[in-house]
Structures are given as structure tokens and as C-alpha cells.
């Protein structure tokens, strides 16, 4: 017998707020988060601007020795944890500890503590090189260290799927407590993407918005005059939980997950490709057992580029038919950047806020109508909706698309 799943605790770290109620009230306001890089020298480089976070102090939460042991993207992921765990109000001391798990998503792991490796190496010398370099860099670090804190023994894996990596890691711990194999599971995903080189080889792919001069107008996804993604980092990290379970403590329930489907377009590597959109999200609908008449609003992939937004609109329209165009969708890209392995986790959570709130909120910087993107992308204003059911897509490099829906509860189910 499948098991309810449900959102107990929400945590975030982002270029707007650190805390869900900072990042909420800034993405309903139509704030953007992208403004100049300060953490590395952009001198020879044409993008000048990122999602950076500079309002993260990691000695908050971490004592020096713990800060040193850890890779930005692992400060990231346990600091969202944090939040998520207390948020729940979970007692993580009561036994049960095998029945917890974690699963986070990650795109590129560990990469500063890489290059800071390989830069010792080159250019001071082999005996320079951090002796703890392999723990910082491996991708499951961050799970591992948040299992450790908390003293989680469930399951505990990383998912790595580029851009669909926290969605594909919200969806396989949604399937764990599901199928009965744990009672509850932090999930989400973590990545700390502004490192020289990593950013100097997106820059060097052509697919970065070059709008410096104006940063926070930079991203305009569906926008006809949009011309590139912005890349930002970030975590978003959920405790999923057993309905039952979590109606037992009477633990605050922000939705329910209903439906998971994951994809593959075996197609390109850059490019995405409409019938695996399209396969993801009907198999999301099918898992969640809903019409796509009962779909109330849609979290977009989003990202900005020209091609990743016109394929997006075009497998919604594909699936929804007429009704695609009565749905209200908004990307919380054209705020924050696209975190990467974040940025499906973080939407989750801006889907389940936009539940409880009865806010949707918006596109912001859309200033020319496309002819190819002809929805209702809710711009530039958050607009008040009654949402009872959600949909948020993922769409990552490799093809890979992981879509989720996410249902409200009756007062009568809590």
C-alpha cells in the first residue's frame, strides 16, 4: 500500500534571503537577487554578473574546525538543513533514526574545493595540496555531513542530473518513504556554482545573459528579448514525512507530493528536446493521479535562453491543450539565477509556499511578448490565486527532466 508524503519543513540559502521568510517576501515583491561578482576577479571575463550570495556567514552556523571541512556547497545543503529540521519541530534525539534518510541533489559537487586543489598543486607545490581534499570534493558530501549532524541512518544517496538534480532527488526520496522504506527524509539540493573556472567555462558555452550593465534585469525568461540564463548558487533543502506520521505529532503540513515523473530525451546534451518534457510531465500527472484539468498553476523551468523557453511552452501546450493557456506560470529563475542542482528544490519550496500563501509569484523583467512563448507567465506582478494543486518542472543538460506535483491538504486530511 503506497504511503502519503508530505512537506513538514522547508529550508533555504539563496541570493535573496537565507531563511524561508527572507526568500519568500523578496520573490513576491519581484526582487532579483543578480547583481556583480565580488567573489572572484572578472576582469578578462564578458559575464560580469551571477546569483551570488554575499550575505552568508558561514561562522553562524559552523565552528572554524567544521567550516574548514567543508566545501561551499556543503555549508550550503547542512545550513538549509538547519532549517528544514527545525522547521518540521521533528524530535531527531526520539529514536527512529534508521527510519530517516537523506537524498540531495548536486551539480557539480564539491568544485571549489577542486580548483583550489588543483591551483595548489600547480602553483605552489604537491605538499600545499588540503590532505582533505577528496572529502570536500566528493558530491555526496553534503549528504553525508548532513546524516552526520543529524545522526539520520536511513537511506543516504546523491543525485546528479545537472539542472534536474534537486527535483530528481525530491522525487527518489518521495519514493522511499512511498514504498515504506523510511518514515521520513531531508531532501533537496545544494550548489555553490561561482568558481573561476567553472564559471569561465559557462561563460566560454555562449549561453549567459551579457546584460551587465544592468544586472537585475538580466534574466527575462519568455521574454522575447531575453538573451541567456544567469547562473547563481544556492540551496533549497525539504523534510519530506509520512502523512500519518506527521498528523501523529501534529507536525505543520505545507502539501502533499502526488506525482513524480523523470525522463530522459536521449537527444543532445545542450539542447532540449520536446517529447521528453512532454513524457515527464504526463507521467507526473499519471503518478499523481489528476487531470491536467486539475492543474492550478506551473512552476517553469524558465532559464531565459532561447531555446530552452520556446521547447518548455511548447510540451505545456502539448500536454495541456486549450487549457495551457488559462494556467498561470512563473519562473523564480528571473529572481535568482538558475542555482543548477538547486534550483529544482528551491521551486518546490516556492510551490508549496505558493499553496499556503494564495500568491503566485512572478516572472519578473518580461518586457517584449514572444510570438513563440504565448502563455500566461504571470509577469512582473505576484498575483493572488486559490492553488490546490502544483506543477514544477526541471529540465537539465543531458536530457534529464524531472517534473513534480504537489497537492494541498483538506482540513479534514490533517
Known amino acids: 500500500m503506497r504511503k502519503r508524503v508530505v512537506v513538514t519543513g522547508m529550508g533555504v540559502i539563496t541570493p535573496l534571503g537565507n531563511c524561508i521568510k527572507d526568500f519568500w517576501n523578496a520573490i513576491v515583491n519581484g526582487q532579483s537577487g543578480v547583481k556583480n561578482i565580488t567573489r572572484f576577479s572578472i576582469e578578462d571575463f564578458p559575464v560580469k554578473i551571477a546569483g551570488e550570495i554575499t550575505n552568508f556567514r558561514p561562522e553562524g552556523f559552523f565552528t572554524d574546525d567544521k567550516m574548514d571541512r567543508l566545501d561551499r556547497f556543503s555549508q550550503f545543503a547542512l545550513a538549509s538543513a538547519y532549517e528544514a529540521v527545525n522547521d518540521s519541530k521533528i524530535d531527531v534525539k526520539k529514536g527512529?533514526?534508521?527510519?530517516?534518510?537523506?537524498?540531495?541533489?548536486t551539480s557539480v559537487g564539491g568544485i571549489y574545493s577542486h580548483e583550489k586543489a588543483a591551483e595548489d598543486l600547480f602553483t605552489r607545490g604537491f605538499k600545499f595540496v588540503d590532505p582533505i581534499s577528496i572529502p570536500k570534493v566528493m558530491y555526496n558530501s553534503g549528504a553525508c555531513h548532513i546524516a552526520r549532524h543529524f545522526g539520520f541512518m536511513g537511506p543516504n544517496y546523491t543525485v546528479t542530473t545537472a539542472c534536474a538534480s534537486g527535483a530528481n532527488a525530491i522525487?527518489?526520496?518521495y519514493k522511499i518513504i512511498r514504498d515504506g522504506y523510511a518514515k521520513a527524509m531531508v531532501t533537496?539540493?545544494?550548489?555553490a556554482t561561482l568558481s573561476p573556472v567553472f564559471?569561465?567555462?559557462w561563460c566560454k558555452l555562449r549561453v549567459l545573459s551579457r546584460q551587465n550593465d544592468s544586472p537585475q534585469k538580466a534574466c527575462k525568461p519568455f521574454s522575447k528579448n531575453r538573451d541567456g540564463l544567469v547562473v547563481a548558487e544556492g540551496a533549497g533543502v525539504l523534510m519530506l514525512e509520512e502523512l500519518e506520521s506527521a498528523k501523529e505529532r501534529n507536525a505543520c503540513i505545507y502539501g502533499e507530493i502526488i506525482g513524480y515523473g523523470s525522463t530522459n530525451d536521449a537527444y543532445h546534451l545542450t539542447f532540449p528536446h520536446i517529447d521528453g518534457e512532454v513524457k515527464a510531465i504526463e507521467n507526473a500527472l499519471k503518478d499523481a493521479q489528476v487531470s491536467k484539468e486539475d492543474v492550478d498553476y506551473i512552476n517553469a523551468h524558465g532559464t531565459a535562453t532561447a531555446i530552452n523557453d520556446s521547447v518548455e511552452t511548447d510540451a505545456i501546450k502539448k500536454v495541456f491543450g486549450d487549457k495551457a493557456y488559462s494556467i498561470p506560470i512563473s519562473s523564480?529563475?528571473?529572481?535568482?539565477?538558475?542555482t543548477l542542482g538547486a534550483s529544482g528544490a528551491i521551486e518546490l519550496i516556492t510551490c508549496?509556499?505558493?499553496l499556503n500563501k494564495s500568491i503566485i509569484p512572478p516572472t519578473i523583467n518580461y518586457e517584449e511578448p514572444d510570438p513563440?512563448?504565448?502563455?500566461?507567465?504571470v509577469p512582473n506582478k505576484a498575483r493572488k490565486a486559490d492553488i490546490n494543486v502544483s506543477l514544477s518542472n526541471s529540465f537539465g543538460f543531458g536530457g534529464n527532466n524531472a517534473v513534480l506535483i504537489l497537492k494541498k491538504l483538506n482540513n479534514d486530511e490533517i
Do not use: N, Q
Open 96 to 105: 527512529g533514526r534508521y527510519d530517516i534518510g537523506v537524498v540531495l541533489g
Open 171 to 173: 522525487g527518489e526520496a
Open 188 to 191: 533537496g539540493g545544494a550548489d
Open 199 to 201: 564559471f569561465a567555462a
Open 332 to 338: 523564480t529563475k528571473s529572481m535568482l539565477g538558475h
Open 352 to 354: 508549496a509556499l505558493s
Open 372 to 377: 513563440k512563448c504565448d502563455l500566461d507567465y
